[in-house]
């Protein structure tokens, strides 16, 4: 019986089993920002322990940072205080920082792949749940808790608990209009929000096979909103082109040597999975969330549940009402009042690409205010080299710069009291956006560009002809 | 190394719901902040504001030590500031149906354990504390139990992470640093680390 991807690396990054029965495991690559890390450097110093590794951590900033008027001290002395500490940390251990001023700063799960740091084969550790991202280049990728950081930085390695692996092949043809967003919005739906606890999720399949790089990370990125702390898909040629060049990632013959370990890695044709899951990518639809989870969607011609339906629980009515949504009602003419294309699920180029693709030569319709904020300085530039904030700019959208802005708003973008917002992000919580009540419809960048437009939920396909 | 944890004592607090997450247990415009402190003020800041007699604004509840929760909770985000508010609230352990991982990780780090009960048992006792808010519960991890008027229930919870209770290794970073130099070892073989 051959092995998964999961149980090679697991296997070359154990140090020794603990006293506990937990295995003690090595981190390759260890991802810092200013939200969850300023608590960890203060029990290192309290501990008097050093950074063990302080070239396998890097740090960049992008949870606070304002994307309008990035001028310091920031206006908000909270966030100034929390990127003063980042500042300071790394200073004082070493730690290469991509500070606003950098080319490199962008949102820790942008920069990772883009930047090459992130390779098949390796663990990657980051105080930010949406560290499964990086799962789509083949790493074993997870989120981890501030203390949890500072046993990283204090050892360079973690406890924890041997995981299962479920394998999802979505096979088949994505009909146009149809993005790794919502193969990854239907997954969740059809498996639940925590249907991926004590699993990690293998993807793959023809749909996963043909999916770019930037595909496979928005996949990957939420798979924690299905419950599994690590998605992956095993590393192949599309995987090996995208790291070719990049910055951290090895050069000459260290290359092709590299490659043929990265190959070596992957799950074997016969590995033993313990569950297995089919998905026809040709029943896939655009999805729309109408509820306050990530599971809770549907296919942008289908209608919003029933509280009666068989079925519905409390939980749809708690939505329906929180949301302000009528049951039965198509999700298809919602209105909405906010359009925010960005985060970590969908902030890349070829996000922005197909908004702009939408977005060409039409206006936002009035009462909307909508934002593009692009994942990364790298991002950004590459999209201006190619014009795309113009389309953008004449068709009445905000271009902001790189970070997360309103996918968690703990900077100044948020939503108002209970506005609608058509949100390419990952989580659609209440309060999410910064609102208590505010309210957050998930759905791909080019579903956002669509709804922008039509001041509504309304089906991309339509739009794209 | 941290303090053993095994008995845990106290009233309850019953917060029904499935799938409540992190978000909830604690909004993101309180993380912004470079301690923890004061995070047990904001426990349920925004579902307080909303429903005037939640659990935990409940004066019934103010003393209790040991949670109760349905299915699936503190999914989302990886904040420990989500159980490190539970914690300085005054929580000093969650019984629920089920938990996220991250979040059982991070309740785990900071010493407060995470246990499993049934649906049945979970919905019997959370009408024991709704009946009887003084009603004292014993968790103890050693045994397995959860005790309240002399009936037991059995809990769950994986060996390992007892384990890390019962010997204070909850607090990893001790243990991690022991045998420094077999994690150099693996550094050194680590292909990626080796320059392939
Ligand atoms: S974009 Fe959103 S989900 Fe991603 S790291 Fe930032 S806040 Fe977290």
């Not at chain 1, 294309?341 to 009462?367: F, I, M, W, Y």
């Not at chain 1, 904020?373 to 389309?391: D, I, K, M, T, W």
């Not at chain 2, 909830?24 to 902040?33: M, N, S, T, Y």
């Not at chain 2, 519960?137 to 809990?155: A, E, K, N, P």
Request: charged fraction near 20%; hydrophobic fraction near 40%.
């Amino acid at each position: 019986m051959g092995k998964t991807l999961l149980k090679k690396v697991w296997d070359l990054h154990a140090v020794r089993a603990l006293p506990t029965g937990q295995t003690q495991l090595f981190i390759g690559l260890h991802l810092i920002h200013e939200v969850t890390t300023p608590q960890a450097f203060d029990m290192l110093r309290a501990r008097g322990v050093g950074v063990a590794f302080p070239d396998r951590t890097f740090a960049t900033t992008d949870h606070i940072i304002p994307t309008l008027d990035q001028a310091r001290p920031f206006q908000d002395a909270l966030a100034e205080e929390m990127l003063s500490a980042l500042e300071r940390n790394c200073a004082e251990y070493d730690i290469p920082f991509w500070n606003l001023d950098s080319e490199r700063q962008g949102i820790v799960h942008v920069i990772g792949p883009e930047l090459g740091l992130t390779q098949p084969g390796m663990t990657v550790a980051c105080g930010d749940s949406h560290t499964s991202t990086h799962g789509a280049l083949g790493a074993v990728a997870f989120g981890i808790g501030t203390s949890q950081v500072r046993d990283v930085l204090a050892s360079q390695s973690l406890a924890f608990d041997p995981l299962k692996v479920r394998r999802i092949a979505v096979n088949g043809e994505l009909a146009r209009g149809v993005f790794a967003k919502d193969v990854v919005l239907e997954i969740i739906h059809r498996l639940g929000v925590k249907g991926g606890v004590g699993y990690a999720y293998e993807y793959g399949g023809t749909a996963l096979d043909r999916m770019s790089i930037e595909e496979r990370l928005t996949v990957c990125n939420m798979s924690i909103e299905g419950g599994a702390r690590i998605g992956y898909v095993n590393p192949d040629e599309t995987t090996f082109d995208y790291l070719r060049g990049r910055p951290f990632s090895p050069s000459g013959d260290a290359f092709d040597r590299a490659v043929s370990w990265w190959r070596s890695v992957a799950s074997d044709a016969d590995a033993d999975y313990d569950d297995v899951v089919e998905i026809a990518a040709s029943e896939i639809e655009p999805r729309v969330t109408w509820g306050i989870n990530p599971g809770q969607s549907v296919g942008v011609s289908g209608r919003i549940p029933s509280t009666g339906a068989a079925g519905a629980d409390g939980a749809v009515a708690e939505a329906l009402d929180f949301m302000g949504l009528t049951e039965g009602a198509p999700i298809r003419g919602t209105k909405i009042d906010v359009a925010f294309v960005g985060s970590c699920t969908n902030s890349r180029l070829s996000d922005l690409r197909e908004a702009a693709r939408v977005a060409k030569g039409q206006r936002v319709a009035p009462h909307v205010k909508a934002l593009v904020v692009p994942g990364s300085r790298a991002v950004l530039a590459a999209a201006e080299q190619e014009g795309l904030h113009q389309v953008f700019l004449d068709a009445g959208f905000e271009w902001r710069a790189a970070g997360c802005s309103m996918c968690l708003a703990m900077n100044p973008d948020k939503l108002d009291g209970q506005q609608v917002c058509a949100s390419s992000s990952n989580r659609n919580f209440k309060g999410r956006q910064g609102s208590p009540t505010g309210r957050t419809l998930l759905m791909s960048p080019a579903m956002v560009a669509a709804a922008a437009l039509a001041g509504e939920v309304t089906d991309v396909r339509d739009v794209l002809g | 190394m941290s303090t053993c944890v095994d008995r845990l004592e106290g009233p309850g607090l019953p917060l029904r719901g499935d799938n409540i997450d992190t978000d909830r247990i604690i909004p993101a415009r309180f993380l912004k902040a470079v301690t923890f402190d004061g995070l047990g003020d904001h426990v349920f800041e925004d579902d307080r504001e909303a429903l005037a007699d939640h659990p935990f604004s409940n004066p019934a509840y103010q003393q209790a030590h040991v949670l109760f929760t349905n299915d699936n909770f503190g999914s989302g985000s990886s904040r420990e500031h989500a159980p490190q508010a539970l914690k300085r609230w005054g929580i000093s352990a969650c019984v629920g149906e089920s938990f996220s991982e991250i979040f059982r990780g991070n309740s785990l780090a900071i010493g407060l354990p995470c246990v499993t009960v049934s649906h049945e048992d979970i919905e019997r006792l959370m009408s024991v504390v709704e009946a009887t808010p003084s009603a004292r519960f014993t968790l103890v991890l050693s045994d397995r139990t959860l005790t309240v008027d002399g009936t037991s229930v059995s809990v769950g919870i994986e060996d390992s992470v007892r384990d890390a209770f019962l010997t204070g290794t909850w607090d990893a970073t001790g243990m991690l640093l022991d045998d420094f130099d077999v994690v150099r070892g693996v550094a050194s073989r680590v292909p990626y680390i080796r320059g392939f």
